[in-house]
Each structure stands twice: as C-alpha cells, then as structure tokens.
Nanobody, 119 residues
Framework: QVQLVESGGGLVQPGGSLRLSCAASGFTFSNYDMSWYRQTPGKERELVAGITRVGRSTKYADSVKGRFTISRDDAKNTAYLQMNSLKPEDTAVYYC????????????WGQGTQVTVSS
C-alpha cells in the first residue's frame, strides 16, 4: 500500500521556520522524483520545490527561492522541506508528491499538512 505521510506543519510567526517531512512507504522511494506543492482555498495547487532522483537536481518557485530548501534521505525514505523566513503568504496546505522518474503514471500524493504564518 502506497503511503506518503506529511508532518511538521503548524502555526509560526512571520520570520520563523518550519521543517516539513514526507515519509514514504509501499514503493521504491529511490526511483522517484520528489516534490512539494501547496494550495490555498480557491487557488490551484502550485509547485513549491522539487528534487530529482538522479543527480539530486533541485528547482524552486521564484517566491521561495533563497528561503526554502528541499532535500531527501533515500535511506529513510523521507523527503524534507526546510522553510525559513516564513511570510504570511506562505500560509497554505502543503502536499508531498512522488513521481516515478520514467513512468509518469506512478504519481502519488500525501494528505497534506497545514502551514499557517501569522502573528
């Protein structure tokens, strides 16, 4: 059974930090590119950051460059999103995504974790 379980969300003040984790099970984690998306009510889900399986290449949305860092630990089947200098506009539900490097149909989502940035 494929599972992606996000954790680490919560309420933080502007300028603060959070670290999201995405624990994967039920598939071969090392064969998948990993990404974080976020969504707010009434808006489409948007890509925040991604990291490839091969070469560990990373990409970021312009709005988070220099503040967020994506990483992965294949030994722990876990992906991370370190979020620093958080802003109120970062408030959203954050979702973890796993997509097979070569077979795009193998595409999995977590249930999401709420991040709220507010004073």
């Amino acid at each position: 059974q494929v599972q992606l379980v996000e954790s680490g969300g919560g309420l933080v003040q502007p300028g603060g930090s959070l670290r999201l984790s995405c624990a994967a099970s039920g598939f071969t984690f090392s064969n998948y590119d990993m990404s974080w998306y976020r969504q707010t009510p009434g808006k489409e889900r948007e890509l925040v950051a991604g990291i490839t399986r091969v070469g560990r290449s990373t990409k970021y949305a312009d709005s988070v460059k220099g503040r967020f860092t994506i990483s992965r630990d294949d030994a722990k089947n876990t992906a991370y999103l370190q979020m620093n200098s958080l802003k109120p506009e970062d408030t959203a539900v954050y979702y973890c995504n796993a997509k097979h490097t070569y077979v795009g149909a193998y595409n999995y989502w977590g249930q999401g974790t709420q991040v709220t940035v507010s004073s």
